[in-house]
Nanobody, 123 residues
C-alpha cells in the first residue's frame, strides 16, 4: 500500500510559478512510475506529466510543455512538479499518481492517487 500526499498548491497570478510536491509512504518508492494529473471544475481529469521510476523518460501534455517540469528524489520519496509561466487555464486540482512499473504511464491507469492540491491562477 502506498499513500500519496500532495502539497504546494495555492493562489498565484498569471505568469507566476509554483512547485508541487508529492510525498509517498513506504520503502519502495523507487519502483513506482509517477505522474501528475489535474482536474478543472466541470472537466475530466487530464494528464499533465509523468516520469519513470528513475526520473527519466519524462512526458508532458502539450498544454504544459516548456512550462512545467517533473522530477523526483527517490531518497526523499518525493516527486515534484515545477510550474512556471502559469496561466488561468492551469487552474485545477492537481493529483499525483503512482504505479509499480518500469515504464512511463501517461494514462490514468495508476494504482494509487493522492487527495489533490488546489492551484488557482488569477488573471
Amino acid at each position: 500500500q502506498v499513500q500519496l500526499v500532495e502539497s504546494g498548491g495555492g493562489l498565484v497570478q498569471a505568469g507566476g510559478s509554483l512547485r508541487l510536491s508529492c510525498v509517498a509512504s513506504g520503502r519502495t518508492f523507487s519502483t513506482y512510475a509517477m505522474g501528475w494529473f489535474r482536474q478543472a471544475p466541470g472537466k475530466e481529469r487530464e494528464f499533465v506529466a509523468a516520469c519513470n521510476r528513475w526520473g527519466r523518460g519524462t512526458y508532458y501534455a502539450d498544454s504544459v510543455k516548456g512550462r512545467f517540469t517533473i522530477s523526483r528524489d527517490n531518497a526523499k520519496n518525493t516527486v515534484y512538479l515545477q510550474m512556471n509561466s502559469l496561466k488561468p487555464e492551469d487552474t485545477a486540482v492537481y493529483y499525483c499518481g503512482a504505479k509499480e512499473t518500469i515504464v512511463v504511464v501517461t494514462t490514468q491507469h495508476y494504482d494509487y492517487w493522492g487527495q489533490g492540491t488546489q492551484v488557482t491562477v488569477s488573471s
